[in-house]
């Protein structure tokens, strides 16, 4: 069984790979824009759980997710021949709503600034100070 560092290692190399994989070989126009955020691999390396997202959002994440999955066998023998392992692990693909609830905490955020200075009047920013010589 693998160390956890070496486990990391596989799944940082797999999240690469695949990253230019589907930049580079994959010309399904389903997986257009398409970022692979995160690879989790199990213990005894028989899955490889895999992360993605998309600029446009959740609306697309189950046609991106269907191209993943048609996609799965080439994407995961590509990889076996770029990564050296005994047994390559199974890929499975996961929406990531981690980018959009960025955003969301982001808008949330800039909102409730944007609400205390309408409730506390408006303070002007102070001048830089400028010395005369």
Known sequence: MPSPIR???????IR?????????QVDDPRLS???VTDVKVDRELYYANI???AVEGKERSSEILA???SANSFLRRSLSQTIELRTFPK????WDPTPENADRVEF?????????????GEVPKPAEDT???
């Open 7 to 13: 486990l990391q290692k596989i799944a940082d190399r």
């Open 16 to 24: 690469e790979d695949l990253s230019e994989l589907l930049i580079f």
């Open 33 to 35: 824009g398409v970022m």
């Open 51 to 53: 992360y993605v997202s």
């Open 67 to 69: 191209g993943l999955e």
């Open 91 to 94: 890929l499975r693909f996961f």
């Open 108 to 120: 949330l955020l800039k909102q409730i600034q944007k609400e205390r200075g309408e409730q506390e």
């Open 131 to 133: 010395e005369e010589q």
